[in-house]
């Protein structure tokens, strides 16, 4: 019985998430059905972040340089929204909670960060 929970626990914690981030790019100004494209909605993170040079793409692939990648593009979504360095972590490593506080939330995009 418990097996069968955890496929579900999942799948509501993923529609939570994109739903989140699906609000959050329709504040920014981009299209939501962006969250759900793979890599798409990399390139779209990093031009709401103001990072939209195809070298922070590309770092994404590369091991290693990804962490520091994904860092900077959370860190500059947060600070689109006017949020800082912490919300940033939070929505990298609990996603399931920030991105529906950003996208749910009074948060208004403020422009690229960089």
Not at 31 to 57: E, H, Q, S
Not at 80 to 93: A, E, K, M, T, V
Request: aromatic share 20%.
């Amino acid at each position: 019985m418990a097996e069968a929970l955890v496929p579900l626990v999942a799948l509501g914690f993923t529609v939570v998430v994109l739903a989140g981030m699906w609000k959050a790019f329709t504040k920014a100004g981009e299209p939501g059905w962006a969250v759900i494209i793979p890599f798409y909605n990399y390139w779209v993170m990093l031009r709401i972040g103001g990072n939209d040079d195809i070298i922070w793409f590309i770092g994404m692939f590369v091991p290693l340089v990804n962490i520091y990648v994904a860092y900077r593009m959370f860190t500059d979504v947060a600070k689109s929204f006017g949020q800082g360095i912490g919300f940033g972590l939070g929505l990298w490593i609990l996603s399931f909670i920030f991105w529906p506080i950003l996208g749910f939330g009074n948060y208004q995009y403020r422009g690229s960060a960089a």
